[in-house]
T-cell receptor, first 113, second 115 residues
Framework: DGGITQSPKYLFRKEGQNVTLSCEQNLNHDAMYWYRQDPGQGLRLIYYSQIVNDFQKGDIAEGYSVSREKKESFPLTVTSAQKNPTAFYLC????????????FGPGTRLTVT | AQSVTQPDIHITVSEGASLELRCNYSYGATPYLFWYVQSPGQGLQLLLK??????LVQGIKGFEAEFKRSQSSFNLRKPSVHWSDAAEYFCAVGAASGGSYIPTFGRGTSLIVHP
């Protein structure tokens, strides 16, 4: 079955540590996205990538980094510079060449203490 | 830049009652509009989308939405709500610009269904 996988489902880290969230898709989509979700704030865009080896900052990129070395993979690193990293993180992908709906992964809940 | 407003943070309905979730958008040209649903702790699933044509759009799970350009609205409706419809609902507007497409999401409406 085609889809998006995110791992792990739950992640716990100590403050000051970097942590990388995985996102893999087998939908053959060129575009991939990372969102952060906090209660009552909807989805906020962190980074997006329209093609391999290229990515753009979203609205809240500070304290985060990404890479796009393969079409199928778009990992997100939450660095120690991110002031409030505890959140629910969603990865999505879509076709390009117009306006297309996004397909979402199941999310990773990150807790930093 | 485009924006989306979902005026209702929470909506409570009884099972079997009708439902309407409001969505207002701001965008200078013809918008591309979406409704997504999110169950607790899960990702988002597309319910329906409007790109052009018939302004009344049918989606999955018995949902429909109507695009009203004069009111800048894209409200989601369902004639009879089931307990399994309890979830968070997000409206999104997308605009193609320079080959990129970045949707903007509303803050969501939480639907509570009473038995």
């Amino acid at each position: 079955d085609g889809g998006i996988t995110q791992s792990p489902k739950y992640l716990f880290r100590k403050e000051g540590q970097n942590v990388t969230l995985s996102c893999e898709q087998n939908l053959n989509h060129d575009a991939m996205y990372w969102y952060r979700q906090d209660p009552g704030q909807g989805l906020r865009l962190i980074y997006y990538s329209q093609i391999v080896n290229d990515f753009q900052k979203g609205d809240i990129a500070e304290g985060y980094s990404v890479s796009r070395e393969k079409k199928e993979s778009f990992p997100l690193t939450v660095t120690s510079a991110q002031k409030n990293p505890t959140a629910f993180y969603l990865c999505a992908s879509s076709a390009t060449g117009g306006v297309n709906e996004q397909y979402f992964g199941p999310g990773t809940r990150l807790t930093v203490t | 830049a485009q924006s989306v407003t979902q005026p209702d943070i929470h909506i409570t309905v009884s099972e079997g009652a009708s439902l309407e979730l409001r969505c207002n958008y701001s965008y200078g040209a013809t918008p591309y509009l979406f409704w997504y649903v999110q169950s607790p702790g899960q990702g988002l699933q597309l319910l329906l989308k409007y790109f052009s044509g018939d302004t009344l759009v049918q989606g999955i799970k018995g949902f429909e939405a109507e695009f009203k350009r004069s009111q800048s609205s894209f409200n989601l409706r369902k004639p009879s709500v089931h307990w399994s419809d309890a979830a968070e609902y997000f409206c999104a507007v997308g605009a193609a610009s320079g080959g990129s497409y970045i949707p903007t999401f509303g803050r969501g409406t939480s639907l509570i269904v009473h038995p």
